[in-house]
């Protein structure tokens, strides 16, 4: 099936996107995609001696989605951030993004965060203390964490996969 093309302008030079996720020349030939280094595909495009970088999965949903609610970004429904087909892309707010990037395992958590502050088994140790009656403050001196911490790990609020039962 030939996908479907929709015009996008950029600084009065004609761009097709394709329902496929390919971004084209008006002589139909694509325009070369390179990976921006977080995975997503990006295209620089030309005209009039500006060029700008652009995702393909915004430019598809751009031209392709309706996005009623004004809703700020787009997400790739099943998790692959190179398939940009319409068809698997979604507009959403940061916190469903964030979230959908969460459930699918996408995002790293726990432990494995860039912000955490505990490996997996001082996470589990943290938990079970809590739950065995010892108090916060001798488990935040313990492991020079906050109150905060302890308590988010107690109930599950952080740390889920190292606190599982």
């Known amino acids: ?53 652009f995702y393909i999965h915004r430019l598809v949903a751009i031209c392709f989605l309706d996005n009623p609610y004004n809703l700020p970004e787009v997400n790739h429904i099943n998790g692959k951030k190179k398939d940009n087909r319409v068809e698997n892309l979604e507009w959403v707010s940061r916190k469903r993004n964030v979230q959908h990037a969460l459930e699918k395992g996408l995002a790293p958590s726990g432990s494995k965060s860039f912000h955490a502050n505990l490996t997996s088994e001082q996470a589990r140790l943290v938990f079970k203390a809590y739950h065995a009656g010892i108090p916060a403050i001798e488990i935040m001196k313990a492991f020079n964490i906050s109150r905060h911490t302890v308590l988010d790990i107690a109930k599950k609020a952080t740390y889920k996969l190292e606190t599982k039962d």
């Open 1 to 53: 099936m030939t996908a479907r093309k929709k015009i996008f302008n950029f600084n009065n030079k004609k761009y097709y996107v394709t329902s496929d996720g390919f971004v084209e020349f008006e002589n139909k030939k694509r325009v070369k995609a390179f990976d921006n280094g977080r995975g997503y595909k990006v295209v620089s495009l030309h005209s009039n001696g500006k060029r700008k970088n």
